[in-house]
DNA sequence: TTCAGTGTATGAACCGTTTCATCGATGAGG
DNA sequence: CCTCATCGATGAAACGGTTCATACACTGAA
């Protein structure tokens, strides 16, 4: 074995002592190539190459100030919708030059905040977060720190931070509007809790729909509350669905991972879908259209959510601005039966 | 508005100022509290919260050297799959108060090249890595520099190297033997470039399980390259095996996103699955089993994966190690009809 | 010959921490 | 009363870059 562990990073000032410059040139040389002559730059250049030189970004960070990095923040790397909006912001931060970092927080505060922290003691530019609580304190603490902060997908309570959203009452109204239009009465709602304010909003888009379509929302609106936003908590949420009295005839699900776990418990019990019951899913995710029973979904515009959370905590000016898409209901076989 | 923005950030000797001690005192209030008395701790604490101060990382790092923080990269995080494995990487790490910079490079050499830069320069303990090229002289130079490297998903060609992957070849191998054993004896693979490893690899493994099955590889396996691994991908893929002379009877797809575009692409032509074309995944996502016609997939244990990796990071010893997972086949209605 | 101007290179100050040798005060033991 | 640990706090030296005022060497013009 001839791999030779080095046993200390090369700095600037071994390249420059090798090179015959100080320390200085060798860091024109980095950065403004232009101000050093032609045989001083290639002399620097063969020793960064000898030592196989990588400046030190703390150090460049320390006193330069500035970096080119965003930090982001969503509930869950593993659901399509948060990944597709990490891809938006990639995408966006690509143009400029800048580069992400990603994290979840799994729904938990503590996590959120330990990522918080981590990101801001590393200087990153900004912050795009999916709060995990309804209480954004902490983020706004943050901004009066100095650090752009965008609120994703849910719209700042204050007035202090930006945000890119999607209209969540507007979403599930519609399909709750959907689903008493095709005569169902009696809509179990297998929602996140209420502290994450997507699913807040969307239980209220959904009561309000029912309301004005004339249906008592105590009634019906049966909201079953999930422990974890995926296929593992809407199996365990339809369970709990199956045994209500006064079962319900469809169950609108927070998100397509949770509907997809509603499929495959409703199939396991042999009940019928839509007939038996009908289910709507949040997301419109890839494969929505292509499962077994089609879902019936509402479709956000996810990469371009992320793309301009990542214009927004790009733009020079800091003024704060709130930008809300509308979601669309896209209605397949799941509520409808076969076409 | 009342929102103050602050000059600058609070530094530890501003703190010092405040709480009328020296900066050392306030370094140890910070990470070794026992040694400073109540009093003045107490005094400190109060003087950080009023200022509002949080620690510059860059410092931190720059003297004290080191830093929990590991990277991947990954080929692109809107995949299940290696969002699974992040999530297993997240784990491990998570355990040992590590934390993750998570970057996707879409396949592309340069986006690759640019992230590992960007980590190192920031002095991550380590990377883990699914390189998107055959050739890893790059990550051996990094680990010459003192890094530790893990790659992912393929094992090292050199010994230079850690590696977790899974057994592309007999993944890919039990496939073609479960087509043949069918009955197929041409079939269509829809694969990425062989730079890849992992494409590679499958396509190896199928090419031998034919060949041991008495079959000529020549004529039994039609390679399709696709210039991207997802849906997309694998609509415009399955459209040039419809139009291929001599149609083959089955697709094999590289993984189970690309497995979907095909359905897509057989229902649209009207093509029934599998009597009319037999369709094989890789991955085993979790809508695997619930699409309209349940997929036939290679199953890898991807959380575990991902875990083992960032194992392997945080190992203290220094040896290089290999570790091979075995995948298994999981055999559905897409190749064997309604059961 | 002198001088202003230009293009390069220099070296020290600085960024915000950690670390460590040192020092003063305090209390115990002889 | 003196010594010697012990404890808490101090202050300056790193860490590895960037930045900027300054010096130096030429060139061309007056």
Not at 91 to 98: G, I, P, T, V
């Given at each position: 074995m001839?791999?030779?562990?080095p046993r200390?990073r090369?700095?600037i000032?071994?390249?420059a002592?090798?090179?015959?410059?100080?320390?200085?040139t060798v860091s024109?040389?980095l950065?403004?190539?232009?101000?050093?002559?032609p045989?001083?730059?290639?002399?620097?250049?063969?020793?960064?190459g000898?030592?196989?030189?990588?400046?030190?970004?703390?150090?460049?960070?320390?006193?330069?100030?500035?970096i080119?990095?965003a930090?982001a923040i969503?509930l869950?790397v593993a659901?399509?919708?948060?990944?597709?909006?990490?891809?938006?912001?990639e995408?966006?931060?690509?143009?400029?030059?800048?580069t992400l970092?990603?994290?979840s927080s799994d729904?938990?505060?503590?996590?959120?905040?330990?990522?918080?922290r981590l990101?801001?003691e590393?200087?990153?530019q900004?912050?795009?977060?999916?709060p995990a609580?309804?209480?954004?304190?902490?983020l706004?603490?943050i901004?009066?720190?100095g650090?752009?902060?965008v609120?994703l997908?849910?719209?700042?309570?204050s007035?202090t931070?930006?945000s890119?959203?999607?209209?969540?009452?507007?979403?599930a109204g519609?399909?709750?509007q959907?689903?008493?239009?095709?005569?169902?009465?009696?809509?179990?709602f297998?929602?996140?809790?209420?502290t994450?304010?997507?699913?807040?909003?969307?239980?209220?888009?959904?009561?309000?729909?029912?309301?004005?379509?004339g249906?008592?929302?105590?009634?019906?609106?049966?909201?079953v509350t999930i422990?974890?936003?995926?296929?593992?908590?809407?199996q365990r949420?339809?369970?709990?669905?199956l045994?209500?009295a006064?079962?319900?005839t469809a169950?609108?699900c927070?998100?397509d991972?949770?509907?997809l776990g509603?499929?495959?418990?409703l199939r396991?019990?042999?009940?019928?879908?839509p007939?038996g019951m009908?289910?709507?899913g949040?997301?419109?995710?890839?494969?929505?259209?292509?499962?077994?029973?089609?879902?019936?979904?509402?479709?956000?515009?996810?990469?371009?959510l992320?793309y301009?959370?990542a214009?927004?905590?790009?733009?020079?000016?800091?003024?704060?601005?709130?930008?809300?898409?509308?979601?669309e209901?896209?209605?397949?076989?799941?509520?409808?039966?076969?076409?």
């Open positions: 001839t791999t030779t562990v200390r090369a700095s000032s071994d390249v002592r090798l090179a015959g410059v100080s320390v200085g024109n040389v950065n403004r190539p232009d101000r050093v002559s045989t001083t730059r290639e002399r620097v250049q063969a020793a960064i000898e030592l196989d030189f990588v400046p030190n970004g703390s150090a460049r960070q320390l006193r330069a100030g500035t080119t990095t930090g969503v869950d659901n399509p919708f948060f990944t597709d909006v990490a891809r938006g912001i995408d966006r931060l690509e143009e400029a030059d800048h970092m990603l994290a729904e938990e505060p503590e996590r959120e905040a330990r990522y918080l990101f801001e590393h200087g990153v900004g912050l795009m977060v999916v609580t309804s209480d954004v304190e902490h706004e603490a901004r009066a720190r650090l752009r902060v609120l997908d849910r719209p700042s309570p007035d931070l930006s890119v959203a999607v209209d969540d009452r507007a979403g519609a399909a709750a959907h689903l008493v239009g095709l005569g169902h009465e009696r809509i179990a297998l929602n996140g809790p209420h994450i304010r997507q699913c807040a909003d969307r239980a209220e888009g959904m009561a309000a729909a029912l309301a004005s379509a249906l008592d929302p105590e009634h019906a609106l049966v909201e422990d974890s936003l995926n296929a593992e908590g809407g949420g339809t369970e709990r669905v045994d209500l006064d079962r319900p169950v609108m927070v998100n991972l949770t509907a509603a499929l495959r418990t396991a019990a042999g009940i019928p879908v007939s009908a289910v709507v949040y997301d419109d995710v890839t494969f929505a259209g292509e499962l077994a029973t089609p879902l019936t979904s509402v479709r956000q515009p996810t990469h371009l992320g301009r959370a214009d927004l905590l790009l733009d020079e000016d800091e003024t704060v601005v709130h930008v809300t898409f509308q979601p209901l896209v209605v397949r076989e799941s509520t409808t039966g076969t076409s």
